[in-house]
């Protein structure tokens, strides 16, 4: 971050980023962030891996990410800056604590949108044959034909378009379809529920208990957190933070947004997963052999194939055209995020300046058209909604762990700084925050967690090429050492523990014996790094230098606006 060296314009002038998105329009962007294709897959998923206590797994999972949330709705008014999940190491930490998050921060968000894509022409594979039912990692899943493909990239081309043209019209488009989005969620619940209890064309209660109600024990209610897409669909709060140098009022829209999202999504999936388990008929189960084997004809859209099975196929169509509208309206969103987030670097000058270059309306439009070229290379090696799910889950949720320490830091080198929202409760909450992202990565298992490990080795290549080959003038200290003492160490624990207890190398029968050890020894390695990281970090006077960096570029594109807009 630097107050010296900014983008400009043919005119002298930079284009800032414009305050333009009032406190329901953050709300419902988070929301609109957070009902993606998840909720689409998830019930199915969720239930296929731990029966019905799979209930619980979306209302812990609920409290893991509300405890995150509640961190960054300190933060966010404290700095009211797009991309800060990205930006927020950067003040306590440098280039390099940054960088080695912001990296995997920005592949997971430009992957979210090619993952939204291929969710919503899995379910037109109804219309038409834009999926098919291929083995995909060892496993079944519907991967995307060529003409899936096409389609796919143009999605992602129009979410880049519209994005172009500024966050104003980004909030109007998403507001209304936040209001289809709810309103078919909710009539999804009420309709399985009232059929479910009220006929007999779909199950019954007897479903919570005829194959038992954790068949596969209760490790699965934590295991299908990360690998069943529950994680995933909650991350979408981070919109909240995002686009929080483009709200109009930050101490109040922030931590409206962020836990205000959270606490309405948890409530809606909680229903959804009990009408879900409902609303399976009893035969299904049983041709099946129960929730493992869960499997019945037209999966490939699992809702809109039960209401279909129960005579229901009005709702039927009606979720077969949400299963468009809900994940492209998350596209549309994470388009918006991924930018901000290159933005974000761009701004640190850990990545090239021309990404924080922003167009006449006000948005990053460089950092968008990367965005666009990121997700269509992911949709090659990732060509189905469960082959990405995974890997988006532990990436995302490894870079809002440092949002707690970022707290953490702040508290104790300027207990007095403005905060409009304070949180309470000292170190619990950001500790048991941090805590809760070492879980669910450790949840999404080594066949997930490798791949971000070697994700992080090819960005840190990235850095060393740029360092080499960057213009030195417009690159910042990169405060290696400050960094790289609790970063380099959360990276190798968490490895090690995600090897040692979930790959299987000592025998499946060791991990499941040691499954429940594996929250004691994430226990300590939270506090080791949790330490680490408050004691070693940037000179005060450093920090304040960034702090007052923040503050100036919040202020400019507060007073360009010329004050709030609704």
């Given at each position: 971050?630097?107050?010296?060296?900014?983008?400009?314009?043919?005119?002298?002038?930079?284009?800032?980023?414009?305050?333009?998105i009032?406190?329901?329009?953050?709300?419902?962007?988070?929301?609109?962030?957070?009902i993606?294709?998840?909720w689409?897959?998830?019930?199915?998923?969720?239930?296929?891996?731990?029966?019905?206590?799979?209930?619980?797994?979306?209302?812990?999972?609920?409290?893991?990410?509300?405890?995150?949330?509640?961190?960054?709705?300190?933060?966010?008014?404290?700095?009211?800056?797009?991309?800060?999940?990205?930006?927020?190491?950067?003040?306590?930490?440098?280039?390099?604590?940054?960088?080695?998050?912001?990296?995997?921060?920005?592949?997971?968000?430009?992957?979210v949108?090619?993952?939204?894509?291929?969710?919503?022409?899995?379910?037109?594979?109804?219309?038409?044959?834009?999926?098919?039912?291929?083995?995909?990692g060892?496993?079944?899943?519907?991967?995307?034909?060529?003409?899936?493909?096409?389609?796919?990239?143009?999605?992602?081309?129009?979410?880049?378009v519209?994005?172009?043209?500024?966050?104003?019209?980004?909030?109007?488009?998403?507001?209304?379809?936040?209001?289809?989005?709810?309103?078919?969620?909710?009539?999804?619940?009420?309709?399985?529920?009232?059929t479910?209890?009220?006929?007999?064309?779909?199950?019954?209660?007897?479903?919570?208990?005829?194959?038992?109600?954790?068949?596969?024990?209760?490790?699965?209610?934590?295991?299908?957190?990360?690998?069943?897409?529950?994680?995933?669909?909650?991350?979408?709060?981070?919109?909240?933070?995002?686009?929080?140098?483009?709200?109009?009022?930050?101490?109040?829209?922030?931590?409206?947004?962020?836990?205000?999202?959270?606490?309405?999504?948890?409530?809606?999936?909680?229903?959804l997963?009990?009408?879900?388990?409902?609303?399976?008929?009893?035969?299904?189960?049983?041709?099946?052999?129960?929730?493992?084997g869960?499997?019945?004809?037209?999966?490939?859209?699992?809702?809109?194939?039960?209401?279909?099975?129960?005579?229901?196929?009005?709702?039927?169509?009606?979720?077969?055209?949400?299963?468009?509208?809900?994940p492209?309206?998350?596209?549309?969103?994470?388009?918006?995020?991924?930018?901000?987030?290159?933005?974000?670097?761009?701004?640190?000058?850990?990545?090239?300046?021309?990404?924080?270059?922003?167009?006449?309306?006000?948005?990053?439009?460089?950092?968008?058209?990367?965005?666009?070229?990121v997700?269509?290379?992911?949709?090659?090696?990732?060509p189905?909604?469960?082959?990405?799910?995974?890997?988006?889950?532990?990436?995302?949720?490894?870079?809002?762990?440092?949002?707690?320490?970022?707290?953490?830091?702040?508290?104790?080198?300027?207990?007095?700084?403005?905060?409009?929202?304070?949180?309470?409760?000292?170190?619990?909450?950001?500790?048991?925050?941090?805590?809760?992202?070492?879980?669910?990565m450790?949840?999404?298992?080594?066949?997930?967690?490798?791949?971000?490990?070697?994700?992080?080795?090819?960005?840190?290549?990235?850095?060393?090429?740029?360092?080499?080959?960057?213009?030195?003038?417009?690159?910042?200290?990169?405060?290696?050492?400050?960094?790289?003492?609790w970063?380099?160490?959360?990276?190798?624990?968490?490895?090690l523990?995600?090897?040692?207890?979930?790959s299987?190398?000592?025998?499946?029968a060791?991990d499941?014996?040691?499954?429940?050890?594996?929250?004691?020894?994430?226990?300590?390695?939270?506090?080791?790094?949790?330490?680490?990281?408050?004691?070693?970090?940037?000179?005060?006077?450093?920090?304040?230098?960034?702090?007052?960096?923040?503050?100036?570029?919040?202020?400019?594109?507060?007073?360009?606006?010329?004050?709030?807009?609704?």
């Amino acid at each position: 971050m630097s107050t010296t060296q900014r983008p400009q314009t043919a005119q002298g002038e930079e284009h800032k980023l414009k305050r333009h998105i009032g406190p329901i329009g953050l709300l419902f962007a988070a929301v609109g962030s957070i009902i993606g294709s998840g909720w689409l897959f998830g019930a199915f998923h969720a239930s296929a891996i731990a029966g019905p206590a799979a209930i619980f797994s979306w209302l812990i999972a609920g409290v893991m990410i509300i405890l995150i949330g509640l961190c960054y709705a300190e933060l966010g008014p404290m700095f009211p800056i797009s991309g800060g999940v990205v930006r927020y190491p950067h003040l306590v930490w440098g280039s390099f604590g940054s960088y080695s998050l912001g990296f995997i921060t920005w592949i997971a968000s430009a992957a979210v949108p090619a993952i939204e894509v291929t969710g919503a022409l899995t379910y037109a594979t109804k219309f038409a044959p834009f999926t098919v039912q291929e083995s995909d990692g060892g496993a079944t899943a519907q991967v995307l034909t060529p003409l899936g493909m096409v389609v796919a990239i143009a999605l992602l081309a129009l979410f880049v378009v519209l994005n172009s043209y500024g966050v104003r019209l980004f909030a109007q488009i998403n507001n209304v379809l936040v209001w289809w989005k709810l309103g078919v969620i909710a009539l999804v619940i009420v309709v399985f529920l009232i059929t479910a209890l009220g006929t007999t064309r779909m199950g019954t209660p007897a479903n919570f208990t005829s194959f038992g109600f954790a068949p596969n024990g209760f490790a699965a209610v934590f295991v299908c957190i990360a690998t069943a897409g529950i994680t995933f669909s909650y991350l979408g709060f981070r919109q909240g933070i995002e686009l929080a140098g483009e709200t109009t009022n930050p101490k109040r829209n922030i931590p409206l947004a962020l836990i205000g999202s959270v606490i309405i999504c948890a409530i809606l999936y909680a229903l959804l997963q009990l009408a879900f388990t409902l609303a399976v008929p009893a035969s299904v189960l049983q041709k099946s052999g129960g929730w493992a084997g869960l499997a019945f004809q037209n999966d490939f859209g699992p809702l809109a194939a039960l209401a279909s099975m129960a005579g229901l196929a009005w709702l039927a169509y009606i979720l077969y055209f949400d299963a468009i509208i809900s994940p492209a309206d998350t596209g549309l969103i994470y388009t918006a995020i991924a930018s901000r987030v290159s933005y974000a670097m761009g701004r640190n000058q850990n990545a090239p300046r021309w990404l924080a270059s922003n167009n006449r309306h006000g948005v990053p439009h460089w950092s968008l058209i990367v965005t666009f070229c990121v997700g269509v290379v992911l949709l090659l090696p990732f060509p189905s909604w469960q082959s990405l799910v995974g890997f988006i889950t532990s990436a995302t949720v490894m870079s809002f762990g440092s949002g707690p320490l970022v707290l953490a830091v702040m508290r104790r080198k300027f207990p007095d700084l403005k905060r409009p929202f304070r949180l309470p409760g000292g170190d619990i909450i950001p500790f048991l925050a941090f805590y809760s992202a070492n879980m669910i990565m450790f949840w999404a298992g080594w066949d997930t967690n490798w791949k971000l490990l070697v994700t992080i080795l090819i960005g840190y290549v990235v850095l060393v090429l740029f360092q080499f080959f960057g213009r030195r003038s417009a690159q910042p200290p990169l405060f290696f050492k400050t960094g790289a003492v609790w970063i380099l160490p959360w990276f190798v624990l968490y490895g090690l523990t995600s090897f040692v207890f979930s790959s299987g190398v000592f025998g499946q029968a060791f991990d499941q014996a040691a499954f429940f050890w594996v929250f004691l020894v994430n226990l300590v390695i939270s506090a080791v790094i949790y330490v680490l990281a408050i004691r070693f970090t940037l000179p005060d006077e450093q920090v304040k230098e960034y702090i007052a960096d923040a503050a100036h570029e919040s202020d400019v594109e507060d007073a360009e606006m010329g004050g709030a807009l609704a």
